[in-house]
């Protein structure tokens, strides 16, 4: 599973950083389409007591085109539907809703990111 192999990767990142991690803060963008519960109950499993700090990113695309920004509740329902299964290849199926180019840049949302370890 998505969340698992996540939490695995979370884990021994911190492991390197921290010998007895007591907080750590992850920010997880919004096309990564992670199960939070999920996550952080791997996080637990493999870490154990360790206070969890979730920053959710809102994901923001910006048209090449027209300049615009462009967020996720602003494109049809199926489209944001495809970019939940295949975040990838959000290119191939979703075109600006201001003027219809398919070139955009994905400027926020992207990656799961430790920010901080505390011990
Ligand atoms: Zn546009």
Redesign the pocket.
């Known amino acids: 599973m998505h969340e698992w192999a996540l939490a695995e990767a979370v884990a021994s990142f911190v492991h390197e950083k921290a010998k007895k991690p007591e907080r750590i803060k992850i920010r997880l963008g919004e096309l990564q389409n992670i199960d939070e519960e999920i996550f952080l109950f791997a996080l637990k499993e493999l870490m154990g007591q360790v206070d969890v700090e979730i920053e959710n990113e809102e994901c923001t695309l910006r048209?090449n085109?027209?300049?615009?920004e462009?967020k996720l509740k602003d494109i049809n329902e199926e489209e944001r539907e495809m970019i939940h299964f295949l975040p990838e290849a959000v290119h191939a199926f979703v075109s600006?809703p201001?003027?219809?180019?398919k070139d955009?840049s994905i400027e926020k949302g992207r990656g799961v990111v430790v920010e901080s370890v505390e011990e």
Do not use: N, R
Request: glycine share 8%; net charge positive.
């Open positions: 048209c085109v027209c300049k615009k462009i600006c201001f003027c219809g180019s955009f």
